[in-house]
């Protein structure tokens, strides 16, 4: 597989437990905020997203929480499966500018 | 069915050579990026393209050279001027509004032997 990933905080959790994984973004004016999901050798995935005119969005098995007072972004993940196994990233959008995180691995274990 | 996809998977160059990765998409997305992603660090930008015949580069275009000659195309040539091409390609899409989602393909495996 891929060697994307390499050095990259780890979170792991017990399968169907409850996983959140945080993201810091660095530019106030940001206006729309993106989850992706990247398996190993694979292209990124969408998971949700969010605008900054809203607080909390939910989707399924999956909340994003903006908080933009501390320019903080967080992804829950209610009872983790061994698919959702992989490395998350989130993504700052203005404009047509996308700036992304390094990501964060999620192990999940039997 | 709808989508981005690119061109070879793995790919192996020998110094000193250039070689062009391919990115087709049937999204009729007005907007094509390419990315480059390395270990433990997030992707970055090297060049995008919002219309046909138009495109500016990004954070790390040294090195790169792209071309848009039709809406669905937006191949990434790595020419032998990048000195570190070893990485991870990631082609995108998106539409040209305020949607902001980005529809990535599979991602093209380049190492220089």
């Known amino acids: 597989g891929e060697s994307v990933g390499l050095h990259l905080p780890t979170l792991s959790v017990q399968e169907g437990d409850n996983s959140i994984i945080n993201c810091a973004y660095s530019n106030s004016a940001s206006d729309y905020f993106i989850w992706y999901k990247q398996e190993s050798g694979k292209g990124p995935q969408f998971i949700i997203d969010?605008?900054?005119?809203?607080d909390k969005r939910q989707g399924q098995r999956v909340t994003v929480l903006l908080n933009k007072t501390v320019k903080h972004l967080s992804l829950q993940i209610a009872a983790t499966q061994p698919g959702d196994s992989a490395v998350y990233f989130c993504?700052?959008?203005?404009?047509?500018?996308?700036?992304f995180g390094p990501g964060t691995r999620l192990s999940v274990l039997p | 069915d709808g989508g981005i996809t690119q061109s070879p998977k793995y790919l192996f160059r020998k110094e000193g050579q250039n070689v062009t990765l391919s990115c087709e998409q049937n999204l009729n997305h007005d907007a094509m990026y390419w990315y480059r992603q390395d270990p433990g660090q997030g992707l970055r930008l090297i060049y995008y393209s919002q219309i046909v015949n138009d495109f500016q580069k990004g954070d790390i275009a040294e090195g790169y050279s792209v071309s848009r000659e039709k809406k669905e195309s937006f191949p990434l040539t790595v020419t032998s001027a990048q000195k570190n091409p070893t990485a991870f390609y990631l082609c995108?899409?998106?539409?040209?509004?305020?949607?902001?989602?980005?529809?990535f393909g599979e991602g093209s495996r380049l190492t220089v032997l």
């Open positions: 995108a899409s998106s539409t040209y509004s305020n949607t902001g989602e980005l529809f």
């Open positions: 969010i605008r900054s005119n809203m």
């Open positions: 993504a700052e959008t203005y404009g047509q500018n996308f700036v």
